[in-house]
Every structure is written in C-alpha cells, then in structure tokens.
C-alpha cells in the first residue's frame, strides 16, 4: 500500500543520523591546531609566520563555511521532499474520503430506491388483500 511507502520514506529520512557537528568541530580544530604549530616552528620571519597564520585560519573559515551550506542546502532539500510527501499523502487521503462519501452516498440512493419499492409492492399486496 502507498500509505507504507510514505511510512518508510520518512521513517529513513529521520532515521539517518544528521549531526555531525562534532567530528566536523574536531577536525576543524584539529587542521587549525596543526597549521599554527606548523607555521610557529617553520624558520621564518614572524610577519611571512603571521600572514601564514592568518591564511591558514581564513581557508579553514571559508572550509566551515562550505561544509555549513552544504549541510543547509541537504536539510532543506530533504525538507522540501518531505513537504512533498506530506502534500502528496494529504490530495490522496482527500480523494479517497471523497470516493468513500460517493459510494456511501450511492448505497443510500440504492437503498432509498429498493425501500420505495417496497412501499409500492407493499401498498399493492394490502390492496389485494382487502379487495378480495
């Protein structure tokens, strides 16, 4: 049934582990650690030291700065598809209540018909019955 494909649509989206915030922050730290003590002890003079240094630190900002928009773009890419299952879900759900209320609706037209007849066959036996 569709109704489970949705199911374990959102059920694998949620389940898929999205923070990795901390792995990220640790290598991040990591790479800053080892290019300040790289720079520190390489033989030159403290401006080219300090020009490195300031290099290094706004490469890895602008590497964070990637990685954050990538992350951002994947959590609303995900947010649209799931918007989408949820509008997709919802019209089906609405077109099926709707099939239901006609058929409903149908069985008691039916049923209305059947009960006239009744009526009318019952109306045309006590008829018979007292004119004989």
């Given at each position: 049934?569709?109704?489970?494909?949705?199911?374990?649509?959102?059920?694998?989206?949620?389940?898929?582990?999205?923070?990795?915030?901390?792995?990220?922050?640790?290598?991040?730290?990591?790479?800053?650690?080892?290019?300040?003590?790289g720079?520190?002890?390489?033989?030159?003079?403290?401006?080219?030291?300090?020009?490195?240094?300031?290099?290094?630190?706004?490469?890895?900002?602008d590497?964070?700065?990637?990685?954050?928009?990538?992350?951002?773009?994947?959590?609303?890419?995900?947010?649209?598809?799931?918007?989408d299952?949820?509008?997709?879900?919802?019209?089906?759900?609405?077109?099926?209540?709707?099939?239901?209320?006609?058929?409903?609706?149908?069985?008691?037209?039916?049923?209305?018909?059947?009960?006239?007849?009744?009526?009318?066959?019952?109306?045309?036996?006590?008829?018979?019955?007292?004119?004989?």
């Open positions: 049934m569709k109704y489970n494909n949705y199911r374990n649509a959102l059920s694998s989206l949620t389940a898929q582990k999205t923070d990795s915030t901390l792995p990220v922050v640790a290598l991040l730290a990591g790479l800053a650690i080892g290019a300040v003590i720079v520190l002890f390489a033989p030159e003079k403290g401006v080219n030291t300090r020009t490195k240094i300031s290099d290094k630190a706004k490469d890895l900002s590497t964070a700065k990637d990685k954050l928009h990538q992350v951002k773009s994947k959590v609303l890419s995900e947010a649209d598809q799931l918007a299952l949820k509008d997709e879900a919802l019209d089906k759900a609405k077109t099926k209540s709707k099939e239901v209320l006609n058929a409903a609706g149908d069985i008691v037209d039916q049923l209305k018909s059947k009960a006239k007849d009744l009526e009318s066959d019952a109306k045309v036996t006590v008829e018979k019955v007292l004119n004989s």
